[in-house]
């Protein structure tokens, strides 16, 4: 079953490789506006799903990178691609110094710190003349969108290693702890601060990446593009819908927001937001811990032998005998 | 040298002392009991010593060194376990998986804390749930993990918060039986009791008694069982009686 997975998984990268070749503009317009959502999905999972600090700001580092990149490209007419990884660098750069003072917050408080800080940053995109203030910046219109695709693509699939790695690794499991009880954690040895700040890192870095790209699809960067509340909410409702806290929730949850939102667009263009939402409100309450884990706890479910025929018996009562 | 020494701890939780210059000490292989009521300062006592509450006066020593503004994870690498009068399981997390949290301090990989894990969660008789989420444990299951997490510190000192509570009395003695092998393992233990005098007796080699924050006594189960103070403050009634 592993196995088989992963070469689902092989088959899936070589053709997401190969079909944008031979794709028209529209195809492979849709097809980066996915990537990019798995991408910024998988951004949000690691430090909410996995460390459990839920954070609607995230966005701010997808906007810290896009300007990055767009004022370095400017200004110094290196390659694009420099510009962008210097400007996940700088987000990573940031996200420790932010990291360590907003995760002191819990719950929803860290929720609403982020909002304001992802609010505080595009306001100070948008009065800072240097970056063009409330109307942007424009940059050389691109020949293709292929090497944005591309960018994007080895982005995403990073984010996903990532998680791999995390989900199979001793700092996972430290994460998920402090998700679970933080003061438990740390009284079983989990340095706390250490490891959220660390998975804070890497929640950074990679809406940073993808922002660089994002500043080179759209060639023109302003606030309320790059810092998109938007773009922020429906990355999250992705990864929520999918599953938070899991390796495959946030591929699964944005590869189908994105395409039935996409088709109920092109079928119902005037009904299709109210269409959408009411399927979003359906899907949360009958999976409200979203797509993966209802389907792997059926599968469980399925594949355990059932002792006399079931649960909530309240479980194998095993012999009581502490040595 | 004690291996854990409390030094004159106060702590106040707005106007109500929960501990008033309390201090005490706990030899190595040594098990001792704090008893008192519910309120007592008992569990204020464990979070001052694991670190959770820093106290404004007062110190605590592990092996003659200060545990002042160690962080609690530190503290727990320096081998002081807990488990909670509260069970709080890692509720999504599978069995082995909240034991192997604790084993990593010893061990570098997963796979190896993992292993460790399912050997102390065999231990305490919970090998047939290993896999299931210790969200589905029942109340003495969830007992039984809270022990076998704080054991994957390999502890030279633990601390056992109430874990008597809800227990039936054949799982009470069970648990006693375990207290009373830690100090050949080389594991000594601070056991805070509410009731159950019957074991406190059986098991302690040394008893404090606080009562409001306060420590009114101090002594083997023979001295604490016959103590005046003990009996006006706490027993209220000669100890043949329970």
Redesign the interface.
């Given at each position: 079953m592993k196995g088989a997975g992963w070469i689902v998984a092989a088959i899936a990268l070589v053709a997401l490789t190969l079909l944008p070749l031979h794709m028209n503009g529209y195809w492979l317009n849709l097809l980066y506006q996915t990537v990019l959502f798995v991408g910024l999905a998988y951004g949000f999972n690691i430090i909410s799903g996995y460390a459990g600090y839920f954070s609607f700001g995230q966005i701010a580092f997808f906007g810290i990178g896009a300007y990055t990149t767009g004022a370095l490209a400017l200004g110094t007419h290196w390659d694009w691609t420099i510009c962008a990884l210097i400007g996940g660098v700088l987000c990573g750069v940031l996200a420790l110094p932010i990291g360590a003072i907003m995760l002191r917050l819990r719950g929803p408080f860290f929720a609403i710190g982020m909002l304001g800080l992802a609010q505080t940053a595009r306001v100070l995109a948008s009065s800072s003349s240097a970056l063009g203030g409330g109307s942007g910046m424009y940059l050389p219109p691109g020949s293709s969108l292929l090497p944005v695709y591309y960018w994007t693509l080895v982005v995403a699939g990073g984010a996903f290693a990532v998680t791999w790695w995390i989900d199979?690794?001793?700092f996972?499991?430290?994460l998920?702890?402090i998700r679970?009880?933080e003061?438990?954690?740390?009284?079983?040895?989990?340095?706390?601060?250490r490891a959220k700040v660390t998975a804070f890192i890497i929640s950074a870095i990679i809406p940073g990446l993808l922002g660089g790209g994002y500043a080179w699809f759209l060639t023109y960067i302003e606030p309320s593009s790059a810092f998109s509340a938007r773009v922020d909410l429906q990355s999250i409702v992705m990864a929520i819908l999918g599953g938070i806290?899991t390796l495959w929730g946030p591929l699964v949850g944005a590869v189908l927001m994105t395409q039935v939102s996409e088709a109920l667009w092109a079928n119902f263009p005037q009904a299709y937001l109210m269409i959408f939402g009411g399927l979003l409100v359906v899907l949360l309450i009958v999976l409200p811990r979203g797509i993966v884990p209802a389907v792997t706890a059926r599968w469980q479910k399925r594949n355990t032998p059932s002792a006399g025929g079931g649960m909530a018996m309240?479980?194998?009562k095993?012999?009581?005998?502490?040595? | 040298m004690p291996l854990l020494e409390v030094r004159n701890v106060s702590f106040a939780f707005g106007g109500v002392k929960a501990l008033d210059d309390v201090s005490l000490s706990v030899n190595e292989g040594e098990i001792v009991s704090i008893i008192g009521p519910n309120g007592a300062g008992k569990t204020t006592l464990f979070n001052v010593i694991?670190?959770?509450l820093r106290p404004p006066h007062g110190d605590v020593l592990l092996d003659g060194q200060t545990l002042k503004g160690r962080?609690?994870?530190r503290?727990?690498?320096m081998g002081i376990?807990?488990t909670?009068q509260i069970v709080?399981p890692?509720?999504?997390?599978s069995v082995v998986?909240n034991v192997?949290?604790?084993a990593?301090?010893h061990e570098?990989?997963?796979r190896g804390?993992r292993v460790a894990a399912r050997e102390i969660v065999e231990?305490?008789?919970?090998?047939?749930?290993a896999d299931?989420n210790a969200g589905?444990?029942?109340l003495?299951?969830r007992k039984?993990l809270e022990?076998a997490?704080?054991l994957?510190?390999k502890p030279r000192l633990l601390l056992l918060d109430e874990v008597m509570a809800g227990l039936t009395p054949?799982?009470m003695d069970?648990?006693a039986?375990?207290i009373l092998?830690l100090p050949k393992r080389g594991i000594a233990a601070i056991a805070g009791i509410e009731h159950v005098m019957r074991l406190v007796m059986r098991i302690s080699h040394r008893i404090v008694v606080l009562d409001y924050g306060q420590k009114i006594a101090e002594g083997t189960p023979a001295e604490i069982r016959s103590d005046p103070r003990v009996i006006e403050a706490y027993l209220g009634a000669p100890l043949e009686v329970l």
């Open positions: 199979h690794s001793a996972g499991l430290r998920q702890a679970e009880d003061a438990i954690a740390a009284t079983l040895g989990v340095a706390t601060t806290g309240g479980g194998v095993p012999e009581p005998e502490l040595p | 694991s670190g959770l962080a609690p994870h503290i727990a690498r376990g807990r909670n709080r890692f509720g999504r997390l998986d192997a949290v604790g990593l301090i570098r990989t997963l804390a231990f305490v008789g919970l090998g047939a749930l299931r589905t444990l029942t003495t299951q039984r022990v997490r704080a994957a510190l054949s799982e069970t648990m039986e375990f092998a």
